[in-house]
């Protein structure tokens, strides 16, 4: 997760104020879904590695439904 964010932070820094930019956080945005919380919809409480690795865990197995569960303080409350 750490070794992501900072990849986020390196390319947005090199393109910001070109007019890259936009077309990148939104390519972005369409295919990381961490990288859409955290950084489009602004919820930096989705740094952590429990909702990081959800994110993937979604990405590459997705069943074509959306699982809803409480996930209140993220891997305290983990449903077994």
Known sequence: MKEAVGVYNKLLQE???TDN???LVA???RQD???LLAYIL???DVIDPFIYDRCREVETDSDGF???Y???E?????LD
Do not use: C, M, Q, T
């Open 15 to 17: 393109v910001r104020g």
């Open 21 to 23: 930019y936009f077309p």
């Open 27 to 29: 390519e972005l945005g």
């Open 33 to 35: 879904r961490f990288f």
């Open 42 to 44: 602004h919820r930096p």
């Open 66 to 68: 959306v699982d809803l």
């Open 70 to 72: 409480d996930v209140r």
């Open 74 to 78: 993220f891997s305290d409350n983990w």
